[in-house]
Nanobody, 115 residues
Framework: QVQLVESRGGLVQPGDSLRLSCAAS????????MGWYRQAPGKQRELVAS???????NLADAVKGRFTIYRGNAKGTVYLQMNTLKPDDTGVYYC?????????WGQGTQVTVSS
């Protein structure tokens, strides 16, 4: 059984940086395909960033140049480094793992960008 545990988000000001982490347990893959999605109030969940293999990444246009996704040293760990945060980045951020046995989601963590 795959479980995803996300770090806490928080309340930050515009222009601040924040890093989220996600640790996957129970996965048999050494480099599982993982990603971060977010859902703003009243909007659909959208992909923010994903990583496949060692470092093949994909970023949403809205976050290119500001966000980075990368793997940690521990198996199944990924980070989302968010810089120059904007109010539009506010939402619940979910960690996702895609495997042959199915899709797995974290519990979600709130990120609020506000002055």
């Amino acid at each position: 059984q795959v479980q995803l545990v996300e770090s806490r988000g928080g309340l930050v000001q515009p222009g601040d940086s924040l890093r989220l982490s996600c640790a996957a347990s129970g996965s048999t893959f050494s480099l599982p395909a993982m990603g971060w999605y977010r859902q703003a109030p009243g909007k659909q969940r959208e992909l923010v960033a994903s990583i496949r293999g060692f470092a093949a990444t994909n970023l949403a246009d809205a976050v290119k140049g500001r966000f980075t996704i990368y793997r940690g040293n521990a198996k199944g760990t990924v980070y989302l480094q968010m810089n120059t945060l904007k109010p539009d980045d506010t939402g619940v951020y979910y960690c996702h793992l895609d495997s042959s046995s199915g899709d797995y989601w974290g519990q979600g963590t709130q990120v609020t960008v506000s002055s």
